[in-house]
């Protein structure tokens, strides 16, 4: 199993920038992807970006161009938020993928004001 850890939730501006950091412990070792995913409210959970191993990255439609995903080392990831709107507020949850399945954090909510 992997225990994950965010940190960097808080109020952000419009237009302005924030950097969620995620270290994971446990069986690092399986984990082969990383990534962040998050629940608006009234919404249900989506894609935000996720990242392998290999560094490949995937982000979903509404961060395009915004988001950058980094793969820190096998067992951190960091998501660098720019140009921030009022819809990216939500609870951010980091994942991690492995051999068994995902596990998840506790999620940090980030709060983007009107």
């Known amino acids: 199993q992997v225990q994950l850890a965010e940190s960097g939730g808080g109020l952000v501006q419009i237009g302005g920038s924030r950097r969620l950091s995620c270290t994971a412990s446990?069986?690092?070792?399986?984990?082969?992807?990383m990534g962040w995913y998050r629940r608006a409210p009234g919404k249900q959970r989506e894609l935000v970006a996720t990242?392998?191993?290999?560094?490949?990255a995937n982000y979903g439609d509404a961060v395009k161009g915004r988001f950058a995903i980094s793969r820190d080392s096998q067992s951190a990831v960091s998501l660098q938020m720019n140009n921030l709107k009022p819809e990216d507020t939500a609870v951010y949850f980091c994942?991690?993928?492995?051999?068994?399945?995902?596990?998840w954090g506790q999620g940090t909510q980030v709060t983007v004001s009107s």
């Open positions: 446990g069986t690092i070792a399986s984990i082969y992807a």
């Open positions: 994942s991690a993928m492995g051999r068994r399945g995902t596990d």
């Open positions: 990242i392998s191993n290999d560094g490949l």
